[in-house]
């Protein structure tokens, strides 16, 4: 089984880096409402439902960073959406994994403890996401408003 360094993960607003990230995290949910009915055979069936994703970040706090605690808080304060990226940086090869999607931070705070390091906690929302993929570029757009012409199309014919 290949090994991963964390390390080589970055979460980027827009073209630019988190500054001083030391964990990221990415939530990918999907609700399953239960449609199991007396058809079932003693089985549970679900029905995918509502998509959601959270990217959280942990980082050390330096106000020189192009994305700081100060602008991540005016996002907030100003419901302000962004695309943000999940990027796994390879060395010497290019990026990895890549997903990205637009999104609104829920949440953001600045812990500055006596005789520590001031470090920072961000959740943001997630309300979109594409993920590309890291060996062809291909890009899997998982809000595709095609399907609908698609479906109507193949009806016709």
């Not at 990205?100 to 309300?127: F, H, K, M, P, R």
Request: proline content about 1%; some cysteine; overall charge negative.
């Amino acid at each position: 089984m290949a090994t991963i360094n964390g390390s080589s993960f970055l979460i980027y607003k827009d073209n630019d880096p988190i500054g001083h990230s030391n964990n990221a995290t990415i939530n990918l949910n999907c609700d399953l409402p239960d449609s199991s009915s007396k058809d079932s055979n003693g089985w549970r069936e679900v029905l995918a439902g509502v998509r959601s994703g959270t990217i959280e970040v942990s980082g050390l706090t330096d106000y020189s960073d192009t994305i700081n605690f100060s602008e991540l808080a005016e996002m907030v304060l100003l419901r302000t959406s962004a695309t943000f990226y999940f990027s796994q940086d390879i060395e010497g090869y290019g990026d990895g994994l890549v997903l990205y999607g637009t999104g609104y931070i829920q949440s953001v705070d600045e812990e500055a403890s006596v005789e520590a390091i001031t470090n920072y906690n961000l959740t943001i929302n997630l309300t979109s996401l594409i993920l590309v993929d890291e060996r062809t570029g291909e890009v899997w757009n998982t809000d595709f408003d095609e399907w609908e012409t698609a479906i109507s199309n193949w009806e016709v014919a």
